[in-house]
T-cell receptor, first 111, second 118 residues
Framework: AQSVAQPEDQVNVAEGNPLTVKCTYS??????LFWYVQYPNRGLQFLLK??????LVKGSYGFEAEFNKSQTSFHLKKPSALVSDSALYFC?????????FGPGTRLSVLP | GAVVSQHPSWVICKSGTSVKIECRSL??????MFWYRQFPKQSLMLMAT?????????EQGVEKDKFLINHASLTLSTLTVTSAHPEDSSFYIC??????????????FGDGTRLSIL
């Protein structure tokens, strides 16, 4: 069965510093991987996806993610964090026609 | 593009009431819509997959008669929580995949409905 792990419940980073939110996956076959962000009392917003091709994927709001097949990881990154990036981040993998979401990582960017 | 509207955003009602939540794709047709439930500080739990014109597929442990899903058109799916009780209080989120989208395409999410049963 497909699964996703986000090993950190909480990530704190100072504004202006680079941020990384970690995700590892377990799938059979080629993975389709996604990152979403959730703000309080809102649905999820799509950030980026990896299907095939370049391992470095660029997405919305300056975020990017690096697909690493040997480490089965898909970490989300941003070179310079903003306070407005503070939110809940979910990694997801396609399982059939459904998504399987990780447990989420709460990112706090401190001014 | 790819906007999903979910209504209402917040419901407070008495125990025993049935509550209907609507999920609409505003600028695309969605053959498939998904209903999730999210508890505080937890991830999304898939409740059911709704396919236009056919019966929904429920995940294990989700009561079909409790959570009625109707996907009568390519732009509208509804979730009705029947005879709601306090334990049904939660944040319910729908999502939709464009009709021409394959399984590697993003789902587009509504803003969720916070249901509080007194």
């Amino acid at each position: 069965a497909q699964s996703v792990a986000q090993p950190e419940d909480q990530v704190n980073v100072a504004e202006g510093n680079p941020l990384t939110v970690k995700c590892t996956y377990s799938v059979s076959g080629n993975p389709y991987l996604f990152w979403y962000v959730q703000y309080p009392n809102r649905g999820l917003q799509f950030l980026l996806k990896y299907i095939t091709g370049d391992n470095l994927v660029k997405g919305s709001y300056g975020f990017e993610a690096e697909f690493n097949k040997s480490q089965t990881s898909f970490h989300l990154k941003k070179p310079s964090a903003l306070v407005s990036d503070s939110a809940l981040y979910f990694c997801a993998v396609v399982n059939g026609q459904n998504f399987v979401f990780g447990p989420g990582t709460r990112l706090s960017v401190l001014p | 593009g790819a906007v999903v509207s979910q209504h209402p955003s917040w419901v407070i009602c008495k125990s025993g009431t049935s509550v209907k939540i609507e999920c609409r794709s505003l600028d695309f047709q969605a053959t498939t819509m998904f209903w999730y439930r999210q508890f505080p500080k937890q991830s999304l739990m898939l409740m059911a997959t709704s396919n236009e014109g056919s019966k929904a597929t429920y995940e294990q442990g989700v009561e079909k008669d409790k959570f009625l899903i109707n996907h009568a058109s390519l732009t509208l799916s509804t979730l009705t929580v029947t005879s709601a009780h306090p334990e049904d209080s939660s944040f319910y989120i729908c999502s939709a995949r464009p009709g021409t989208g394959g399984f590697n395409q993003p789902q587009h999410f509504g803003d969720g409905t916070r249901l509080s049963i007194l």
